[in-house]
């Protein structure tokens, strides 16, 4: 099923090449260069502190390569700011769910909106003649966003009050609001149990196809990698180690040396 | 009961985002505002101009800088500078000859110009270091003032302020400022409420939560705090002049002192942050609740009850206030607002009870 979903000549969405990262004297990330083609499911993977974080977020902008350079449809971003970023057409989640908690469920994803907004003081100040009209037809796309993610029931709560399996989904939502071209997902299932984890998967894969995302994932979940991602790459230690079609990929011995260390170790 | 939700029926998006879907709601407000107009025709003027025209000016203070400090998350410890420069600025225009309606713009802008002039210095800090940037605001307004006779009118001076009008009516008789005040406040009040349910409260609210967040769905955090300054300074600044020309009639640097900012401080988070219920409710306990104890502590005394020297009675309730104060941040940091949601809520869901949120 699997190898239908490969689509032989991708065209290039982003290109990170030779990006490099320090922090002080941690090198974090070391010429790391990747290509990541439109419409695919690329998978991001690596023990922990391999510098997964650290790249998606040298790609949004939040620490900005030191060396290299990064493409997003031929255009570099890296050195812009992340709310560039975001108007650009990259939209993220976050790893320790990153939601607005002092709002409910819909004015979270109605934040989502904001790069297509006009907000002002004076719209808000005449909001019937004024701010009404583009509130509601935003909250039209939201809701196309609340239908596709199934979270009718909760739009109301405060995100404060639901399941953390919701939140992320909400999460979700508020960058598929956004309607990015590229969809940066970083551990979406962390802390997930299984029927959750299926939901999720479902949605993403739901939202690549209905939008023709292309999505990048980092996930830990060897199951999921291999289930939806077309390719990976493999980072250990801020080096790029193994890149390819899932299952080679998590297969090489280099990759398995990384994760549970060589045989020889084991005794 | 009569808080019920039941019967309440979105079939818009418009009406779902009405401003009291419940009809309960409606009607509290719709009361008050009732009350509120009718009140110089059954409140003797001691009451309307000692009590509730102070107590209206100093809510619409408080939903100014509760729109900073509640909404976007800035800490602003010199906003009784930024009602100074409304205030100073406006008797300046109005005795210049500028029409009282523009002079309050004028002075909203002033004051909006100078507050966010000190916000774009202070927003490269965070927290306690905004905190000391805003104070040095509050010194150097309060420097500037008293030290530029043209300004203060020389040192130690008083300015009274000039009779005007008001869209043609003179604001001579205590009513008239009344209703001007009252106007003010209901107007801040529907625009802080509106703010609330648009794309601009959110931005601000995004800011507040997650910084980072907000920036990665494309808020421009200088930018968003920046209007938060702005927008928040202009309102303080409006309602500075609305106080002194409406309530004050004569001012001087001391009536816009550190201590002032502290008590609008005080009103946001005994109110609660972020609340338009509690601007209201803060500025009324922050105001009313030392004079009502000193009262009820004389009357205590008077009655024989216990004996008490002046000088005690003088320190009694500002203890009492104090202790208050502190109950409040201990037990219920969400302010007054939180205390009225928790009832209404109580009322929601009775005869069950537990409401979600």
Redesign the interface.
Known sequence: MMEGRIRPAHEPVLVCENVSRWFQGVHALKNVSVTIGKGEIFGLVGPNGSGKTTLVNAITGFYPPQQGKILFEGKQINGLKPYRIAEGGIARTFQNVALFRGMSVLDNILMGRHIFMRPNPLASLFYWWWAQKEEIAHRRKVEEVIDLLQLESVRDEHVDVIPLGLQKRVELARALSAEPRMLVLDEPMAGMNQEEKEYMVRFILDAQDALGLTVLIIEHHMDVVTAICERVLVLNNGSAIAEGPARQAISDPQVVEAYIGKTRDAA | MFYRLAGVHHTR??TA?ALWPVPADRWQVAIVALLALAAPFFLSSLYLGSYLLPWLIWSAAALSLTLLMGLAGQLHFGFAAVMAIGAYSSIHLARFGVPFELALIGAGLTAAVIGSLFGAAALRVKGLYLVMATLAMQYLVDWVIINVPAISGGAQATLRTPSVSFLFIPLDTLSARYYLALGWVALVAI?FL??K???????L??I???D??????????FR?KL?AFF?SSFMGGVTGAVLAFCYYRAVTPEQFSFNVSIQLVAMVLVGGL?SVIGGFLGAGFVLLVPIILTNLVAGMAAAGWFTVSSNLLAHVPLMIYGALIIGFLLFEPLGLAKIYDNIRKYFLVWPFRHS??
């Open positions: 998006y418009e985002r625009f509106n703010v349910r648009t794309s601009f409260g959110r931005a609210v995004a507040r939560d997650k980072f967040a907000a920036a990665v769905i494309g808020v421009d955090p968003y209007m927008t972020g979600r949120s």
